[in-house]
């Protein structure tokens, strides 16, 4: 143990009245200097000791490095492509000729039975169905589409009649009802330019008329399904990523991330000012929760598609690869208690995606922890 030992007052002899004195002041700075230097040369052997902490401690902890686990998992590689948000159906208003008298605003759903654009009063008014209303429907139609008209009556609550493919006076009288509630004529017949179908609700888009304009057959209002779909374009090259019934992933702009599937794949040719023909793939894809993508409007968005796939392979990290000089690879195999050196085993490599590499060779197993640098 290092003392630091101080002069004791009473040991200094007098020298005369003020001599002593004088010499016990001349004597201080010659004391203390020394007390200085033992003081530094036990804080030396103190921090070369490392003030107290034992070697066989420090040893222990560089001894241990970071490690993975080799795990079982599948790997996906997937190429992103720059795609557009739009909407899965869209259709024209056109209005009977007369003057816009309503319009909806802008952003509305309409549903069943609700009123897309009034001209001169009248409505035309929404139904759901995949036949468009193409003629007047009257006693004495048959047809699907008059099928589909009464599917739609009875949906509002109206009876009386049978719902089939023939257009009978019970189905005129329930139409006069109708008509009745929506405050207009009542004369059991159901014109073209009457009723609108779609898919299902649809939202308002577009207008392209005021209050007021002469309709004549112009177009009015644009409508859409709210459902939202993702629209990508691929080289012919690239037609391996498309595959009807694939999962995808679309990348909203916030960052959302929505998986979906490819719904569609139409081949669009196109020449350039050289008259070359150029195949597009034109892919439409849906998402898997049709409620998923609420962005309004037109936007970018991005799709992942798979382009290899890797299941059930044991994987690490990338980093955990060392390059041999003789070439290949080899990944640091340490104990199971992650001390000591550990020994090289080489490895042969796979896919790579997502930060893994699929791995295989001896001594390499599912739970064997390798080395990877230090974070």
């Known amino acids: 143990m290092i003392r630091r030992d101080t002069p004791d007052q009473g040991a200094i002899e007098p020298r005369g009245e003020h001599g002593s004195r004088s010499t016990a002041l001349r004597r201080w700075p010659f004391i203390l200097g020394a007390i200085v230097l033992v003081a530094g040369v036990g804080l030396t052997i ?87 209303a193409y003629r007047t429907l009257e006693p004495g139609v048959e047809g699907d589409d008059v099928r589909q008209f009464e599917e739609n009556l009875a949906a509002l609550g109206y009876t009386g009649f049978d719902v089939d493919t023939k257009y009978r006076s019970a189905t005129a009288e329930a139409v006069e009802k109708w ?9 059991g ?34 409508v859409s399904s709210r459902e939202r779909t993702a629209t990508v374009d691929l080289q012919s090259s690239e037609s391996g990523y498309a595959v009807i019934g ?67 392979v044991l994987a690490v990290p990338v980093n955990a690869l060392l390059a041999l000089a003789e070439g290949g690879y080899a990944v640091e195999v340490v104990d199971s208690k992650g001390k000591g050196k550990g020994k090289l085993v080489g490895v042969e490599t796979g896919l790579f995606a ?22």
């Open 46 to 132: 103190a921090a070369a000791r490392g003030f107290g902490f034992s070697d066989t401690a420090a040893a222990e902890t560089a001894a241990k490095p970071d490690t993975a686990e080799v795990t079982k998992q599948t790997l996906v590689e997937t190429t992103e492509k720059t795609g557009a948000l739009a909407y899965a159906a869209e259709s024209k208003i056109r209005g009977a000729a007369g003057t816009v008298t309503w319009l909806p605003d802008l952003g509305s759903t309409i549903e069943r039975g609700g009123v897309l654009v009034k001209v001169d009063q009248t409505p035309t008014v929404m139904l759901y169905g995949g036949i468009p």
């Open 354 to 375: 997502n930060g893994l590499v699929e791995v295989s060779g001896d001594g390499i197993a599912e739970g064997t922890k390798v080395v990877v640098p230090s974070s």
């Open 189 to 222: 017949v159901v014109t073209s330019d009457f009723v609108h179908y779609a898919a299902g609700p649809v939202q308002v888009t577009a207008r392209s008329a005021a209050l007021g304009d002469s309709s004549g057959g112009a177009e009015l209002l644009t």
């Open 246 to 312: 694939s999962a995808v992933t679309v990348t909203l702009p916030d960052g959302q991330a929505v998986p979906g599937t490819v719904a569609s794949i139409e081949s669009v040719v196109t020449n350039d000012a050289q008259g070359q023909k150029t195949t597009t793939l034109k892919v439409t894809v849906k998402p898997d929760d049709p409620a998923a993508i609420t962005v309004a409007g037109a936007s970018t968005a991005k799709i992942a598609f798979t382009a290899e796939r890797r299941d059930d």
């Open 179 to 187: 008509q009745k509630d929506l405050g207009v004529e009542k004369t």
